[in-house]
């Protein structure tokens, strides 16, 4: 598997491991109508960068919400050069796995304080060499991991 085209995965999944492929690209809507995803792992494949729209949903008059549902997401081991945008899953992701990818620096930008659930986060093993002072502050947050990185 290279790539995750639209509307490629359907119906009530819950949990979706697509973990030891070969994916570079993944489509915007791919997990549009997944409004039940709770666990998403995309971890070691060579994906870059997600679409801006990906964590959006769709109901099915065609208008977007926010995800409210997905409360983990593993990326790690990829290839990000930059955060994912995670403004559509703010309010209800728990664990953030972007271990083992080229992330550079953690900003204000990124919007890690402004997850409301946010618990954990692993920054590991990136080329990270700036962390922006509030960058990772967050009420919630108990474990960051920022180990082999370039601080």
């Not at 995800?67 to 995670?86: D, F, G, Q, V």
């Not at 080329?127 to 967050?138: K, N, P, Q, Y």
């Given at each position: 598997v290279?790539?995750?085209?639209?509307?490629?995965l359907?119906?009530?999944?819950?949990?979706?491991?697509?973990?030891?492929?070969?994916i570079?690209t993944?489509?915007?809507?791919?997990?549009?109508?997944?409004?039940?995803?709770?666990?998403?792992?995309?971890?070691?494949?060579?994906?870059?960068?997600?679409?801006?729209?990906?964590?959006?949903?769709?109901?099915?008059?065609?208008?977007?919400?926010?995800?409210?549902?997905?409360?983990?997401?593993?990326?790690?081991?990829?290839?990000?050069?930059?955060?994912?945008?995670?403004?559509?899953?703010?309010?209800?992701?728990?664990?953030?796995?972007?271990?083992?990818?080229?992330?550079?620096?953690?900003?204000?930008?990124?919007?890690?304080?402004?997850?409301?659930?946010?618990?954990?986060?692993?920054?590991?093993?990136?080329?990270?060499?700036?962390?922006?002072?509030?960058?990772?502050?967050?009420?919630?947050?108990?474990?960051?991991?920022?180990?082999?990185?370039?601080?």
């Amino acid at each position: 598997v290279t790539g995750v085209e639209e509307d490629a995965l359907f119906g009530g999944f819950t949990i979706i491991y697509m973990n030891d492929n070969d994916i570079t690209t993944v489509h915007e809507n791919v997990v549009h109508s997944l409004q039940a995803l709770s666990l998403l792992s995309l971890a070691n494949n060579s994906i870059e960068a997600l679409p801006q729209e990906f964590f959006t949903l769709k109901d099915t008059g065609g208008d977007h919400r926010r995800s409210r549902i997905l409360r983990a997401l593993s990326l790690a081991n990829n290839r990000l050069t930059e955060m994912p945008n995670l403004d559509a899953a703010l309010h209800s992701l728990h664990e953030l796995d972007l271990h083992g990818n080229q992330l550079s620096e953690v900003t204000a930008a990124c919007r890690v304080s402004d997850m409301e659930q946010l618990t954990g986060i692993d920054l590991s093993r990136n080329e990270i060499s700036v962390v922006e002072v509030g960058a990772l502050a967050s009420k919630h947050l108990r474990m960051v991991s920022l180990s082999h990185n370039q601080l």
